[in-house]
């Protein structure tokens, strides 16, 4: 879980108020009367705001729905966008007899949907109002094809050397059934309902084209649940995410997409997306006192300062010594470790969802981080971290890998388009 922070607002492509209610999605979009309203100018205000180190804007409540994210633009929904309340990670394969053209008609549906329900509309004409007198809620939903997608559809030519299996770690205890995929769709929003019916519309057009492989759930946070915007805290208790690339860093683009003239051309403005299921051994971490936790991360629990002093984002001086004559940021600090500049500068940007799915028979909480990174190039990004990482991480000791996936993520679809046209009919 490398030390990087969490993305707040849009990017400026992807604000926009909501749209006048059509005859058809009104009731999607039925809001609270005049406060609905003075939610729509804060939506749209949000998104010119530009970054902070929250999960969204500390707004009232009744505002809510009101946010929206656009599904066409130059990037796909859900890379730049703030952390949202709620979450859905899935993958699909593709059934057996289908290739590439269900594989497009089956993202052409995918598409269609997701611009409907990102405006908050029906999904169609059976849709099964689970959202029914909501607004967007800021729903994302975003798509990648996985590695064996290319074999599936005939594509192997097509595939980027970028989508090459990661390597194995010393710390991954990963279940294959947990993991990869042909296909992976990421859903988000800041209402569980609306995010569940996002879900459900997803699953239900894959019909016979493709069948549910995994599926897991997430959450964060709610909007203004903070008298102020704050980095998230993850289930450890710890602030989660404090060096992450900004929008606003001159070098963001380089570092998360991939190049409008980069290859294949198809990827253009599209990102990789690494996934990733850590369990946090939270019996083991919470026997731990405080201080040895902050050692174990390098920074303080309270408010995320480095151990060096200062504030959540001072920078953290790697030499400092304490009075017992140790470095006051131990050598397999958590995040000493992670550091971009300790790493030949890799990024990615990391956008993860907690989850939770109940207790073992011994009482054991199954729980931790739904790990969602984003890079123009995993073998720049994520794997030279966590190879670091897997050599002397001190939190290692605390985590337990249990899923893995890679996924190619191609850029956004232009208005009349659909996600990964370029490449399906390319």
Known sequence: MPDQSLPQAPGEDRAAAPKAPSAEGVSRRTLLG????????????????????????????TSLGTGRAMFHGKHQ??????????????????AAGAGRKEAAALLRRWSATAERLMAGE????????????????SLTITFGFGHSFFTRT????????????????????????????????????????????ALRAIQKDAGRAARL???????????????????????????????????????????????????????????????????????????????????????????????????????????????DGNLVVPVNAHSRISRPDQNGGAAMLRRPFSYHDGFG?????????LFVCWQADPLRGFVPVQRKLDRGDALSRFIRHEASGLYAVPGGAAGGQYVGQALLEG
């Open 122 to 137: 029906a999904a169609s004409g059976d849709d099964t109002d689970v959202a029914r007198d909501a607004g967007p809620s």
């Open 154 to 197: 005939g594509l192997e030519k097509q595939r980027p050397v970028a989508l090459d299996p990661l390597p194995d770690f010393s710390s991954d205890h990963l279940d294959k059934k947990r993991s990869d995929g042909d296909l992976w769709v990421q859903i988000g929003a800041n209402d569980a309902l609306v995010a569940f019916h």
């Open 213 to 323: 492989r995994w599926q897991m759930n997430g959450f964060n946070r709610s909007p203004g649940a903070t008298a102020r915007p704050m980095t998230a805290r993850n289930l450890m208790g710890q602030i989660d995410g404090t060096r992450n690339p900004k929008p606003s860093d001159a070098d963001f683009d380089r570092r998360i997409f991939v190049p409008a003239n980069g290859t294949p051309a198809w990827m253009a403005n599209g990102s990789y997306a690494v996934v990733r299921r850590i369990r946090m051994l939270l019996d083991d971490w919470e026997k731990l006192s405080v201080r040895a936790q902050e050692n174990v991360i390098g920074r303080r629990k309270a408010d995320g300062a480095p151990l060096s002093g200062g504030s959540e984002t001072t920078a953290m001086d790697l030499e400092k010594m304490g009075a």
């Open 361 to 369: 028979a011994d009482g054991t909480p199954d729980a931790g981080l």
């Open 34 to 61: 005049t406060a609905g309203a003075t939610g729509l100018a804060l939506g749209a205000a949000g998104g010119a705001l530009g970054y902070t180190a929250a999960p969204a804007a500390a707004t009232p409540l």
């Open 77 to 94: 929904p859900g890379i730049t966008e703030g952390l949202q309340a709620r979450g859905h990670l899935a993958a699909f394969d593709l």
